[in-house]
C-alpha cells in the first residue's frame, strides 16, 4: 500500500522573527510513518518543523506554512493509496505578516487574521474512488460528537480522535490513546499505550479499510 502521511505543526509568520503555530511535536505522526515502513508499506511524510530525526527509508518533504504543505499534498496525492493527516496545520495566519521586526517599544500590535486553507476540504474534490483518507481530531471536549463532525465535513473515510486535556497522553507524550470513527459506522478504540503502538493499530485498520473499499 503506498501511504501519504503529514506530521507536525505548520508555521506562519507574524514578522521576519515570530511566527504562531500549533502545540505538535510530530511523534504521532512520525510514528505512523515508521510503523507503516515496517508493515511494507510504501511511505512518504510531509513535515512541518519538527525536533525529531527523518525515520528510515522514507522520502521525507519539509514545509512551513499551511500553504506549503496544501502544495505538497496536492502534488503527492494522487499516487497514494491512503493519506493520513496527522498535522496540527494552524488555523490562523495575520493577513499581512510584517516585512521588518515589529518593535516591542511600540506595545502589542493589532494584528488582523485570515483563516489558512483546511488541506482536507480542498483536496476532498482529487479523491478518487479507491483513496482512503484519514484525518486527525484532537479534542478537548465532546470527543466523538466533534470527530464525527469532522468525518462528515472533510469527507473522510476515517477519522482517529485523541483526548488532548489529559496530561498522560497525545501533544508531546510518547503515548496515546485513539478513537477511530470509520464512514461505515464501525468504531475502534486504541487504549493508551505507546505511540508506536497505537500507530500500527491504526495502519493495520487503514489496511483492512482500504482492502475492503477496493473490492
Ligand atoms: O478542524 P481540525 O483542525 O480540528 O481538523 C483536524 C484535521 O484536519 C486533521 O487531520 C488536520 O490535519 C486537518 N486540517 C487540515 N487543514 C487545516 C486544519 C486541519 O487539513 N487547515
Known amino acids: 500500500m503506498r501511504i501519504l502521511v503529514t506530521a507536525g505543526p505548520t508555521r506562519e509568520a507574524l514578522d521576519p522573527v515570530r511566527f504562531i503555530s500549533n502545540r505538535s511535536s ?10 507503516a ?5 510504501d511511505v512518504e511524510l510531509i513535515s512541518g518543523p519538527v525536533a525529531l530525526p527523518p525515520p528510515r527509508g522514507i522520502r521525507v518533504v519539509n514545509i512551513v506554512t499551511a500553504d506549503d504543505m496544501l502544495a505538497a499534498v496536492k502534488k ?20 499581512k505578516p510584517a516585512t521588518r521586526k515589529l518593535k516591542k517599544a511600540s506595545g502589542p500590535p493589532r494584528i488582523t487574521w485570515e483563516a489558512t ?8 474534490p482529487l479523491k478518487k474512488k479507491s483513496q482512503v483518507f484519514c484525518g486527525f481530531a484532537a479534542e478537548t471536549h465532546d470527543l466523538a460528537r466533534e470527530a464525527k463532525r469532522k468525518l462528515r465535513e472533510k469527507n473522510l473515510d476515517v477519522i482517529a480522535a485523541n483526548d488532548v486535556a489529559q ?12 478513537t477511530v470513527f470509520f464512514a461505515d459506522g464501525r468504531t475502534l478504540n486504541i487504549p493508551l499505550s505507546s505511540k508506536a503502538n497505537c500507530a500500527r493499530k491504526l495502519v493495520r485498520a487503514l ?6 473499499k477496493k473490492k
Request: net charge positive; with cysteine.
Open 117 to 124: 486553507p483546511d488541506i482536507l476540504k480542498a483536496i476532498a
Open 167 to 178: 496530561n498522560d497522553r497525545g501533544f508531546e507524550s510518547d503515548n496515546n490513546a485513539l
Open 37 to 41: 515502513r515496517r508493515l511494507g508499506h
Open 26 to 35: 510530530g511523534k504521532m505522526g512520525y510514528a505512523i510513518a515508521a510503523q
Open 76 to 95: 503527492m496525492v494522487r499516487r497514494c493509496d491512503v493519506l493520513i493527516m496527522a498535522a496540527a496545520v494552524a488555523d490562523w495566519r495575520p493577513k
Open 207 to 212: 489496511a483492512d479499510f482500504w482492502a475492503q
